[in-house]
């Protein structure tokens, strides 16, 4: 019964690949956020969605695009993957303005 | 947008001891949250304080939310090799409350 839950855990791809994360929570939350958690362990904010609806967007490539079909799952999909973007990425959800919840986290390794 | 400084960055302590870490903020946050993170998973939330003054606990956790509502502290009593982790100290952003802004974090490491 996990409240937030992503895959894969981990991704191993070549350098130009597409990929994509799935996340999905059952917490009857109204908005979903991707972070970015880089090599010194910090926590930066890529997008949030409420009820489906992109709210914030911030500075990242656009070859990460986020879908969400609806307000239970936000999936990230990654183009043309550079070294770069190596990183661990969270999926969380919250009520508008409450403390977030987060998924396990996505470990993707460009090579 | 706006910035957490936390502090320490990380310690190492001997298991039964005491441990206090805190957040700064230059700007004021209506809500202060605490998360630890375990090797390999995701945050999770362990206080939320939403009142200026306001002090909370969570089992031997208790943290406080400043009066100028520009910190916060948590700290950690009797610790237990099971408290090594990172914690984040965080909170929503005056101009887009969903945003949580993170500070960089307090690895501690407990030594049996």
């Known amino acids: 019964d996990t409240a937030v839950s992503q895959t894969p855990k981990y991704l191993v791809t070549q350098m130009g690949n597409d990929k994509s994360i799935k996340c999905e929570q059952n917490l009857g939350h109204d908005t979903m956020y991707w972070y970015k958690q880089d090599s010194k362990k910090f926590l930066k904010i890529m997008f949030s969605?409420?009820?489906?609806?992109?709210?914030i967007n911030e500075t990242v490539p656009n070859r990460f695009s986020p879908k969400s079909p609806d307000k239970a799952h936000l999936n990230l999909h990654i183009n043309s993957l550079e070294l770069g973007d190596s990183a661990v990425y969270f999926c969380?959800?919250?009520?508008?303005?409450?403390?977030?919840?987060f998924g396990q986290g996505t470990r993707l390794t460009v090579v | 947008g706006q910035q957490l400084n936390q502090s320490p960055q990380s310690m190492f302590i001997q298991e039964g001891e005491d441990v206090s870490m805190n957040c700064t903020s230059s700007s004021i946050f209506n809500t202060w949250l605490w998360y630890k993170q375990d090797p390999g998973e995701g945050p999770v939330l362990l206080i939320a304080?939403?009142?200026?003054?306001e002090l909370t606990s969570n089992g031997r956790l208790t943290a406080q939310f400043g009066i100028t509502r520009k910190d916060s502290f948590l700290n950690i009593s009797a610790s237990i090799p099971s408290d090594v982790g990172i914690y984040f100290c965080?909170?929503?952003?005056?101009?887009?409350?969903?945003?949580?802004?993170f500070g960089e974090g307090t690895q501690l490491t407990v030594n049996p």
């Open positions: 969380a959800s919250s009520h508008l303005y409450g403390g977030a919840f």
């Open positions: 304080l939403y009142k200026a003054g």
């Open positions: 965080a909170g929503p952003e005056e101009t887009s409350g969903s945003r949580l802004t």
């Open positions: 969605y409420n009820n489906k609806e992109l709210i």
